[in-house]
């Protein structure tokens, strides 16, 4: 498809386990961010990849949550040993390049439920 | 510390009327600010964008204004459509943070009745 793919698009796991979140974003577009959406709350910024620069980590809350971004392509978030809290929907966006004015597309999201 | 503040969770308005949605921010370095539309169980669609060095931004039947010395923004639709029912969320950035990262209202969820 022509937009930004993420799987799972739910995930129910239990409290300590490991998750791995899929996105790939549009073909073509070097920026992209993963946010996430608690109930009732709008989105919080993650982390940004934008080329081969090193990533803006700034948003991730915890050394429990790290990601990759592969070959300038899809990346993968990384949750280790998940708390209830982490409990959101997890979005990644792409855009045509980083930095200003470049509007974000965003996937539908996993929704993550810790038991 | 909330950057960026929609303070009407809701609004409801008739088919054929306008909708105006709010939002607030309290960094004076944003300068680049978004809205976006999102139905459930999908991602956020852009909607319409303005940079600071405008206080006005049109597309089709959706304007945003802004006013920086107020540090406010506002979303018209005109005229509500029933398809326009969703939750709006404002967003803003600041080409000081170099990425592009968008800070986002907690959102207001728009009724159009038929």
């Known amino acids: 498809g022509a937009g930004v793919s993420q799987s799972p698009s739910n995930k129910v796991t239990e409290k300590g386990k490991d998750v791995e979140l899929r996105c790939d974003p549009i073909?073509?577009?070097?920026?992209l961010y993963w946010y996430r959406q608690s109930l009732g709350q709008g989105l919080e910024f993650l982390i940004y990849f934008q080329g081969n620069s090193a990533p803006d980590k700034s948003g991730l809350p915890s050394d429990r949550f790290s990601a990759e971004r592969t070959g300038g392509s899809v990346s993968t978030l990384t949750i280790q040993r998940t708390q209830q809290e982490d409990s959101a929907v997890y979005l990644c966006a792409s855009s045509l390049g980083g930095g200003l004015n470049q509007p974000q597309h965003f996937g539908d999201g996993t929704r993550l439920s810790i038991l | 510390d909330q950057q960026v503040k929609q303070n009407s969770p809701s609004l409801s308005v008739q088919e054929g009327r306008i909708s105006i949605l709010n939002c607030d921010y309290t960094n004076s370095m944003f300068d680049y600010f978004l809205w976006y539309k999102k139905y459930p169980a999908e991602g956020p669609t852009f909607l319409i964008s303005i940079s600071s060095i405008k206080d006005k931004n049109e597309d089709g039947r959706f304007t945003v204004f802004l006013n920086k010395s107020a540090k406010h923004l506002s979303l018209h639709i005109v005229p509500s459509q029933p398809g326009d029912s969703a939750v709006y969320f404002c967003?803003?950035?600041?080409?000081?943070?170099?990425?592009?990262?968008?800070?986002f209202g907690q959102g207001t969820t728009l009724q159009v009745k038929p």
């Open positions: 073909s073509g577009h070097t920026a």
């Open positions: 967003a803003a950035s600041a080409f000081s943070s170099n990425t592009g990262k968008l800070i």
